[in-house]
């Protein structure tokens, strides 16, 4: 079964930085893309950011320049760096994989940025 955890988040200023976290068991990480979405109130859950197994980078326009994907294989974990946060980055963050044509899902962190 696998199995997604985020840590990391919480209440940040503008122009704050936080580094997001999440843990994978169930697959043999090092083989698979792995996903950050968010969703902000109100809003529909969007992608943010991806890194495929060989740590190739890939952002939406909103967070690009900001946000940085990596990943540790030996810790089966994935990162988000996130950057100059803005309100408008206020969202619960999920973390995403794919395995055999289903989607899996973390139960998402809050990240809040507000003065």
């Known amino acids: 079964q696998v199995h997604l955890v985020e840590s990391g988040g919480g209440l940040v200023q503008p122009g704050g930085s936080l580094r997001l976290s999440c843990a994978a068991s169930g697959i043999i990480f090092s083989f698979y893309s792995m996903n950050w979405y968010r969703q902000a109130p109100g809003n529909q859950r969007e992608w943010v950011a991806s890194i495929t197994s060989d740590s190739i980078g890939t952002y939406a326009d909103s967070v690009k320049g900001r946000f940085t994907i990596s990943r540790d294989n030996a810790k089966n974990t994935v990162y988000l760096q996130m950057n100059n946060l803005q309100p408008e980055d206020t969202a619960v963050y999920y973390c995403?994989?794919?395995?055999?044509?289903?989607?899996?899902w973390g139960k998402g962190i809050t990240v809040t940025v507000s003065s």
């Open positions: 995403n994989t794919i395995l055999g044509g289903r989607m899996f």
